[in-house]
């Protein structure tokens, strides 16, 4: 079994390198196990455990919020956050910081996507930021950072993926849970620019009498009541979705449905930037985003049930109980072989690879497993944003125009405050689990 | 072949698309006939996995057309265009060991045995083997796709690279 182990982790970094698509590599990895075990027919299994791993109808919720997020975000929803944190955080020194960090949040949240939030907000922030004296890498940093706390912020798939994969824990609960950690590493990056923003201003503070953000109609034209107004319908998406799946009126799946319904009244009849003539343009950019996650998911499926089959969970829950049975060593080296894995590996793969495996360990230490998926998702998300593989520092650097080294180099600070938040999501278990409770999820 | 692919490719995205649109109305029934009419009806939610498998897998093909799966193109980025070329094909011939082995292979025996055995949905009162075709052509498709490739890079002159 030990040579099973070694071929998989081999032959995936080695496939991974040659920049064959993860999901290919996956299901190769699976393959070559599979073919190993002499009494399964191994392709007949991995076509079943591929095709029934996306056969849910939780995961049904995924394409839904991918489309609501989508058509939020195709017309001036970007625009209308960044006028609303302006308001909310700009006034005060190194405003356009935490305005960055607030809007990615809240459109990270509502869009679903940290990749959206990081190209669409990063879009118009990062060069602001510029005319503004801050220095590019540092604005690429915030704004790439910022954007994966809406994977915690809900309604977020990644915790849809978790809940199916984990079986005994509700995507309701696991929304909930997710809000305050997630609200815990936006401070913390707005703590960080707090400390960091002298240094980043590369002409010194300019931006009092700089030209403010480039927003059409210009900032200043607009009052107070009218920006809240304009961006009150969009933050309303999460509202509805959380007050319906909370009251028990409908599922995750069923609030997704009706969160597209909204977005869609919204963008079309009330905002009036969506035409008719794009949905179908929409409908297939859902449907390419759904199948590009939903190859993934499948293919890990198949990938997890071959180590299931293999008792390789147990066998890993037994090794690192050896090695200690204190809960705060072993937490430590769960967390420090999942952001080893995050850099590499991305978010959906990561969570259906390694919840079969770590998740027995962390209940086992009395560990409950919304608050495991909450630490998982925290963890992961620091991955997002380190090479070699990032999607939202790839995305951030393209839109922002600057290479991968050197905002590594500025993110150095960043990634310490997600440590931090992730140290305390992990040891401070009411910070996930104090929601649920009051709400009775648990 | 390009022909062939081409047109495969256009195919794709119009069922794609329909069916994205027509997975958005059949939830969308489902919730309605359940607070409106008070009847709530099982076969939206079966309808909606079915087509939600059809999407995942025939959307992955004209993701793999288009290049997007994601992958680590690091080292990719650093090789000089020769290596980049032979790598190239190396991709290519991985995908279609696993479009042909996995999906065309192991996909189409789980869908005929599966028609064969009979088994119907419960609430659509379709044959079982019916949602499991999704792997099987996709796979065909995610195929001829990456035949079409390795003939664009072979056939590529060299400098262009």
């Known amino acids: ?442 | 072949m390009n022909y062939l692919a081409v047109c495969l490719n256009k195919i794709l995205e119009v069922v794609v698309t329909i069916l994205v649109a027509a997975l958005v109305f059949v939830v969308l029934w489902g919730v309605l006939s359940r607070f409106v009419i008070n009847v709530p009806s099982r076969w939206t939610e079966e309808l909606a996995t079915q087509i939600l498998a059809w999407i995942s897998m025939l959307g992955a093909a004209v993701v793999f057309r288009r290049h997007e799966h994601l992958g680590v193109d690091y080292f990719f980025n650093k090789w000089d265009p020769q290596a980049r070329r032979i790598n190239e094909i190396i991709i290519q011939l991985a995908i279609l060991v696993f479009a042909s082995g996995v999906m065309i292979w192991g996909g189409g025996c789980l869908a005929w045995a599966t028609w064969n055995s009979g088994q119907i949905t419960p609430a659509l009162g379709f044959r079982s083997g019916l949602v499991y075709l999704c792997v099987p052509l996709s796979g065909l498709c995610i195929a001829v796709f990456a035949i079409d490739e390795i003939g664009k890079i072979i056939t590529k002159p060299g400098e262009e690279w």
């Open chain 1, 1 to 442: 079994m030990e040579s099973q182990v070694l071929i998989v982790v081999v032959s995936f970094l080695a496939l991974l390198c040659l920049n064959i698509p993860v999901a290919v590599v996956i299901g190769l990895c699976t393959l070559i196990v599979m073919l190993s075990m002499p009494e399964v027919p191994a392709t007949y299994v991995m076509a079943q455990r591929m095709s029934n791993g996306i056969s849910s109808f939780p995961l049904l919720a995924i394409p839904f919020f991918i489309m609501a997020g989508i058509l939020m975000g195709e017309g001036g929803m970007s625009r209308r956050l960044i006028r609303l944190a302006t308001l909310l955080v700009g006034g005060f020194r190194g405003g356009l910081a935490y305005v960055s960090t607030l809007t990615c949040m809240l459109f990270g949240a509502i869009s679903g996507s940290a990749t959206a939030a990081v190209s669409s907000i990063g879009g118009t922030m990062i060069p602001a930021m510029r005319n503004h004296g801050y220095d590019r890498d540092f604005s690429i940093s915030v704004t790439t950072t910022a954007a994966t706390t809406g994977l915690l912020i809900p309604p977020s798939n990644i915790m849809i993926v978790y809940a199916v994969v984990a079986g005994n824990v509700s995507v309701a609960a696991m929304f909930m849970a997710g809000v305050l950690p997630g609200i815990l590493v936006g401070l913390l990056i707005m703590a960080t620019c707090w400390f960091l923003v002298d240094g980043a201003m590369v002409q010194g503070e300019q931006m009092r009498d700089a030209k403010p953000i480039d927003a059409d109609p210009p900032i200043e034209s607009v009052s107070r009541a009218q920006v809240v107004l304009s961006a009150l319908p969009s933050l309303l998406l999460i509202l509805i979705v959380l007050a319906g799946i909370l009251g028990g009126v409908f599922s995750a799946t069923e609030a997704s449905a009706i969160a597209v319904l909204y977005a869609f009244l919204m963008s079309f009849v009330f905002y009036r930037e969506v035409r008719l003539q794009d949905l179908p343009n929409i409908c297939f950019r859902t449907g390419i985003m759904t199948s590009g996650v939903f190859l993934l998911i499948s293919t890990s499926q198949a990938m997890s049930w071959a180590l299931a089959y293999l008792n390789i969970p147990q066998t890993i829950a037994s090794l690192m109980l050896e090695v200690s049975e204190n809960r705060v060593i072993v937490l430590l080296l769960i967390n420090a072989v999942l952001l080893f894995v995050g850099t590499f590996m991305d978010m959906t793969p990561a969570v259906l690879i390694f919840t079969p495996i770590f998740l027995p360990v962390a209940e086992k230490l009395g560990m409950h497993p919304v608050h495991f998926g909450v630490m998982m998702v925290a963890n992961l998300c620091i991955g997002l944003c380190t090479p070699p593989v990032g999607t939202c520092l790839f995305v951030g650097c393209s839109v922002g125009r600057s290479s991968i080294a050197s905002v590594t180099k500025a993110m150095l600070p960043f990634f310490v405050s997600m440590i931090l938040a992730l140290i305390a999501t992990t040891f401070l278990p009411f910070l996930s689990l104090w929601i649920p409770q009051l709400l009775d999820l648990l």
